[in-house]
């Protein structure tokens, strides 16, 4: 039988020039496989530690403690352990954290190694990674949330509202959905270009332009749909991330062009929008201490828009639970770095799924080259995914691994954003 022989890990460069963890696993039976981790700029106060240096070097930002925890702790744990049993290995290293947060041995050191294990049992079972996760008879590709506008933490213009993104619910294909947001994403350029606005991009590789509202961006896409010939509600609606935590102080909403807005009135305004526009997901639409104000929301909101939950549930089944039991939000975001095991990650998402909340995968705003989120949206049958725009490599590779599914495995999958979306979409 193969077993963990060998654990190591080294420091490498995330999109933004941070430094990240990449691991390595290698088995007696001699398969070798890497996985590197990513990091958020707008972080949830509650998401699990992504154990940084705080020395000189790369501004504080190094990970060498954590590399040397993958390397002196983790790694004499699981030597001669199967790769096949993935939630005892995850539970070892968090029984080794022993802390709420893996504040001890570092979020970023655990889950490198978590997805690392995942991919050479995933290796040694002769399995393509998706279907590691569950045996199914069919696994549903996620629909794509692309991220054409980028404000808030992701880029240096004026807008507060993080990720303006687009749905392309009238594909039939994945591929036809990267086809539908790669060209409205043409069209919006030339529309920002004829504006005058620059559109070198952010963060997640959508334009930063330096609009001055949400509803001047909305505007940009509205017409860049029109001019790429597809059809508001029927071919494409959108998304945003709100992000609003970010910019929630003392009890109130800094929105910029709307002013300061106390928690009901910036829900009114979100409504505002839903109305206005084809919205039909809002992310984080109130901040993560504003549970009145989420509960508020829900009940303005949440028949008509899926209303996810990022910094308010950061991954973790205890918030959701929380947040389930006080009717707050319908829908949870999945980022395996907040919490830092993909067997809790794992386990909160089936646990929103069995109450009926919508699950989405997502990326961080600092990527690496690694496309696990790939494989792991369409194992685990998520239903949606948010991975950034159509340009920047550490975005793509996500989506261009979703395609490679698509095209090698189709009679095993299937897309459905009428099936995902059903809800919201009949309210259109
Ligand atoms: C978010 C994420 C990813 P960050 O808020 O949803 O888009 O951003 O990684 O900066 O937290
Ligand atoms: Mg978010």
Known sequence: MSVIQHITAREILDSRGQPTIEAVVSLSSGETASASVPSGASTGRREAVDLRDHQDRYRGQGVLQAIANVQAVLAPALCGESPLNQVKLDQ???????????????????????????????????????????????????????????????????????????????????????????????????????????????????FAPALRTEIEALDCLMKAMEQAGFKPSRDIVLALDMAASEFYQAGCYHVGSEGILASDSFAEYLK????????????????????????????LLGQRCQLVGDDLFVTNKQYLEHGIAHHLANAILIKPNQIGTLTEAIHTLAYAKQEGYRTIVSHRSGETEDSFLADFAVGISAGQIKTGSVTRSERTCKYNQILRIEQQYADLVSFNPARELAPWLINL
Not at 278 to 296: C, K, R, T, V, Y
Request: with cysteine.
């Open 272 to 299: 505002t929008l839903v109305e206005q526009y084809p919205i039909i997901s809002i992310e984080d639409g109130m901040a993560e201490d504003d549970i009145d104000g989420w509960l508020h929301l829900t009940q």
């Open 92 to 206: 070892i290293m968090i029984t080794l954290d022993g802390t709420n947060h893996k504040q001890r041995l570092g979020a970023n050191a655990i889950l490198a190694v978590s997805i690392a294990m995942k991919r050479v049992a995933a290796k040694v079972s002769g399995k393509p990674l998706f279907q590691c996760f569950s045996e199914q008879a069919s696994y549903s590709l996620p629909v794509p949330m692309i991220n054409v506008i980028n404000g808030g933490a992701h880029a240096d213009n004026p807008l507060m509202c993080q990720e303006f993104m687009v749905i392309p619910i009238g594909a039939q294909s994945f591929a036809e959905a990267i086809r539908h947001s790669a060209e409205l994403f043409y069209s919006l350029k030339d529309i920002l270009q004829r504006a005058g606005y620059q559109t070198a991009v952010g963060d997640e590789g959508g």
